[in-house]
């Protein structure tokens, strides 16, 4: 697919309801509007294209980026780029969309250590989505993970809105990995407390970490006796 003919037809899917619906989220500036089921439905129909994502990262425009998270390859993201890209980030949905692709990089581990101790917020915010997406992999032993919950307990109160939200949802992954790093976890949770985060015009909550970790280990013990 040509490039003009993608904007084109990425034009004409959004909408104004989803325009103030990403607004109410933080998205601000140049965006479309288009829903997450039609920019599924285009990544699935155009695949991985890395020369497509970079034009698209360069509008600047927000429904575009999120589809350059979608079509680049992870393979050929290197320092550079992700250093470019990550200074970009300023709202938590391309952050997160972000962050899922630079967790199938190589760089992953290198890149997530740099970004969180970073003083930007978004910057700081995707090295701690990376980290939850390392904790949900085998390749680090645990010994690497009770090291980083010692860094959540130092900092996460003095961290900024959106990196709470991050270290906290890092912090439970590497309570749902099990073993001697479920009750670690816990007691990170209970010395750390509640996790103030602002979450604007919005719905959304913070989980409760100790909470959230108990269930998800409670849910996978019923689904192994099932099987």
Known sequence: ?????????????????????????????????????????LAKRIKKDHVIALQLWATCNHDARMLATRLADAEKIDFSLAEAWVKDLNNYIITDAFSELISSSTHAQKLAESWRIKPEEWVSAAGWNITARMAMQPQLNDTYFESVLGQIEAGIHKAKNRTRYSMNNALIAIGIRGGTLQQRAIQAARFIGKVEVDHGQTSCKTPDAETYIMKTIAHRGKRQKVA
Do not use: C, P, W
């Open 1 to 41: 697919m040509a490039f003009e003919e993608l904007i084109t037809e990425m034009q004409s899917l959004g909408t104004e309801q989803n325009r103030r619906t990403y607004e109410r989220h933080g998205v601000k500036g140049n965006q479309f509007g288009i829903s997450f089921a039609n920019l599924d439905a």
